[in-house]
């Protein structure tokens, strides 16, 4: 879980229109007796800018995330990794001053959004701390490991690949589309058609004319994070099993493949980021364990 200052100064920009809603303080959880409330929740289902329509089925998926963040807020606490006060003070002028170059009344905006002094420096302090505590926790061995496992997924390499894609479907349809999916698989491998046939017959994607063909991929370029780390495993002319992502089912064919040439100094950022996020799951699986989560009725 990536949480640099930046991001936070981008949400703050999202909240000129914010309108305060019913009830702000209504408690929706507590994290070991510290209280998440409707205004929490308001607050980040605004900044992800999460139409109005949506907002009470993706509901559950941001308590979720505040309920993480509070967490590792606890967790981070309690190792002394918060920021010192000059360092919280100074990133909390930076973002006033952003907003006051947008021709913004910093605390006629705070008082309209229900966002109090103490709510602010909690909310800059969390970044501030998880960059301290990954730069305790992450060390040069394992940054230097993590590049040669991932090194096509860092260095720059880039595949031709063909997609056939199924969705989006309910739910309930899931079993049945990856079975479909699998069954396709099957043919294409034991030779009974191509997979170009295969995604013009059953494809829903735009690529499906063109069957399946979308061109030079690279990791974090056209397709989600789930269907290229499954292709980025394949070897050339391998197909992947069915990969489902928050938008349907994917199969996804791989053709040539081009090395990328991009040493572990250029990936250095990109690295850490990925340890980070894999640090920030694990911690606060582990902080599940202990902790007290109770949900309102």
Do not use: C
């Not at 391998?238 to 349907?248: H, L, M, N, Q, R």
């Amino acid at each position: 879980m990536r949480l640099p200052l930046r991001f936070f100064f981008a949400l703050m920009f999202s909240f000129i229109a914010f309108e305060a809603m019913a009830d702000p303080e209504a408690v929706l959880a507590t994290v070991n007796d510290v209280p998440i409330t409707q205004a929490d929740l308001d607050f980040e289902l605004t900044a992800r800018k999460v139409p109005e329509d949506r907002r009470e089925e993706l509901t559950e998926r941001y308590l979720n995330g505040l309920i993480d963040r509070e967490l590792m807020r606890q967790f981070l606490t309690h190792r002394k990794a918060m920021p010192e006060p000059e360092q919280l003070r100074e990133a909390i002028g930076r973002m006033r001053e952003r907003l006051e170059v947008g021709g913004e009344d910093v605390d006629a905006l705070f008082a309209k959004i229900g966002f109090t002094e103490d709510r602010l420096k909690r909310a800059v302090a969390l970044p501030l701390a998880w960059q301290k505590q990954v730069r305790r926790m992450v060390t040069e061995k394992q940054i230097q490991s993590y590049f040669e496992q991932h090194r096509r997924q860092l260095d720059g390499t880039r595949l031709e690949v063909r997609h056939l894609f199924i969705g989006p479907r309910k739910k309930a349809d899931d079993a049945q589309v990856s079975q479909t999916l699998a069954d396709i698989r099957r043919q294409i491998i034991d030779g009974e058609l191509t997979f170009a046939e295969a995604a013009k017959a059953h494809s829903t994607a735009p690529s499906a004319a063109a069957g399946g063909e979308i061109g030079w991929i690279t990791y974090r370029g056209k397709l989600p994070k789930s269907v290229s780390d499954a292709a980025y495993e394949l070897n050339e002319g391998e197909i992947t099993s069915p990969v489902a992502s928050p938008f349907g089912w994917h199969l996804v064919q791989v053709g040539t493949i081009e090395p990328g040439e991009l040493s572990l100094e250029d990936a250095r950022a990109e690295v850490v980021n990925q340890l980070a996020d894999q640090l920030w799951a694990n911690l606060v699986a582990q902080q599940k364990q202990t902790a007290e989560i109770v949900r309102a009725e």
